[in-house]
């Protein structure tokens, strides 16, 4: 168990132009650079000052249908981080990759060339896509159910994980006087036949100096909860209440238990996005500027894309129509994602406009409006009474936005004895005080 103190933990999640629907629009972004690695490396540059544990882009290999509203193109996240790496010096990089998509091996040799190349700063997040234009650019006719995609995930990180571990960390002998390169003995072959894949490895790239990269998943649903207990040791989740962040903390914290895991080697990081102005005031005004500058096509889209429901014949004033919307365990898309939109507009009574603008910085995720003292407050508030361990930063608008929290929030928590003022070690397992990898549960699991 580590010997520091229980410090905060904070990703910040880098989408283009921003997290909030309009602020692509807004004067205080830049125009939109999203090819330009001087503008990566901007954002990522003030992450790494603010000394915040990782950066992270979200992947969907498709072309979204709302490209004529809002800029949504993507970069390969492999290619991006890559980059990356080489004018960064300490921030990590969590990099998404699809398991629904892609073959083990693959992912496994792309995932720990970019780790040895970073000096050990990569982490996985770990997702299943649930896109039909997706699988259509893959060549297939659709997308698998919600539970026989997390059943082909379970294989294939059992599968990235043996081969991860197929070189012993001293196989690299290097005895030039003898002509012996790497002891053979410690490069194991892994025999791997599961549901979906069989792999023979080992794979041809010897492990980081962090053993493994980072294990990263976001999902909140029942089975995405099990799956985290049983791999995860970073958790992306959306939580909008104290209450609900609490109850979905001990419940995923009580699973990591029954599969014989170290609680605290799992990180639980809340999404969060909050609009920051010197005063609260300040703040708001800041808040509606950015939800006049929304499109409601794209926000009524961006709903039925996930949830499957389409609003566009209500009036757009009206309340929200709760029996239009289905029981969200039988969402095969973003389940949790759509319990957590049917539970807001029930608890607050929106009408279409207002749930549109809520969603419209974070889709689903924790919103805040206020000044830096108050953000503040609020971090303690969920760190200190067992609902996160940490924040997944979503700026609202980009770079300006990441600047407010660096250069305004983050003092405050320094001063407060939540967050560190440096870097404590060079790898990723280091900024998030987890441990080496335990390679005997990997042989166990074989």
């Known amino acids: 168990m580590s010997s520091r103190p229980r410090q905060l933990h904070f990703n910040v999640h880098v989408s283009t132009g921003g997290n909030h629907e309009g602020a692509w629009r807004h004067p205080r972004s830049e125009p939109v650079r999203l090819t330009s690695l001087d503008y990566q490396r901007k954002v990522a540059g003030i992450a790494e000052r603010g000394k915040l544990d990782a950066v992270f882009f979200g992947d969907t290999p498709a072309l979204s249908d709302n490209v004529k509203l809002r800029p949504v193109e993507q970069l390969d996240p492999v290619a991006l981080h890559g980059a990356l790496s080489a004018v960064t010096t300490h921030i990590g990089l969590a990099a998404t990759i699809s398991t629904s998509f892609n073959e083990p091996f693959n992912v496994a040799r792309k995932i720990a060339s970019l780790d040895l190349l970073s000096g050990g700063r990569v982490g996985w997040n770990i997702v299943t896509t649930s896109s039909e234009n997706a699988a259509r650019n893959y060549g297939l006719d659709g997308v698998l159910a919600h539970r026989d995609r997390y059943r082909r995930a379970e294989d294939f990180v059992q599968v990235v994980k043996k081969l991860w571990d197929s070189w012993e960390p001293d196989a690299i002998v290097h005895d030039r006087e003898a002509g012996i390169y790497a002891d053979t003995g410690r490069i194991r072959p892994v025999v ?44 992306f989740t959306a939580q909008r209440t104290l209450e609900d962040g609490q109850a979905f903390y001990r419940e995923l914290k009580r699973q990591v238990v029954e599969n014989r895991r170290n609680p605290d080697d799992v990180k639980i990081v809340v999404g969060i996005s909050p609009i920051i102005g010197g005063t609260e005031a300040e703040a708001k ?132 004895g939540l967050f560190r003022r440096d870097y404590e070690g060079t790898t990723l397992r280091d900024h998030y005080d987890l441990p080496f990898p335990d390679r005997a549960r990997t042989e166990r699991a074989a």
Do not use: C
């Open 192 to 235: 791997h036949e599961g549901e979906f894949f069989k792999v023979r490895g080992p794979l041809n790239v010897p492990p980081s100096p962090q053993g493994r990269p980072v294990l990263i998943q976001a999902g909140s649903s029942e089975t995405g909860v099990a799956f985290a207990a049983r791999h995860a040791e970073v958790v």
């Open 285 to 416: 005004k800041l808040a509606e500027e950015l939800n006049e500058l929304t499109v409601p096509e794209y926000g009524l889209r961006q709903l039925r894309q996930f949830s499957g429901v389409d609003l566009s014949s209500y009036p757009i004033d009206a309340p929200v129509p709760l029996d239009a919307f289905p029981d969200a365990e039988t969402v095969e898309t973003h389940r949790s994602r759509t319990a957590l939109v049917i539970e807001l507009a029930k608890r607050e009574k929106l009408t279409i406009r207002q749930l549109l603008h809520r969603l419209a910085g974070a889709r689903g995720h924790q919103t805040f409006v206020g000044s830096t003292d108050q953000l503040a407050d609020r971090i303690e508030e969920w760190f200190s009474n067992g609902a996160a361990d940490g924040f997944n930063f979503m700026p609202a608008y980009l770079p300006g936005g990441l600047e407010d929290f660096v250069d305004g929030v983050i003092p405050i928590l320094q001063r407060r």
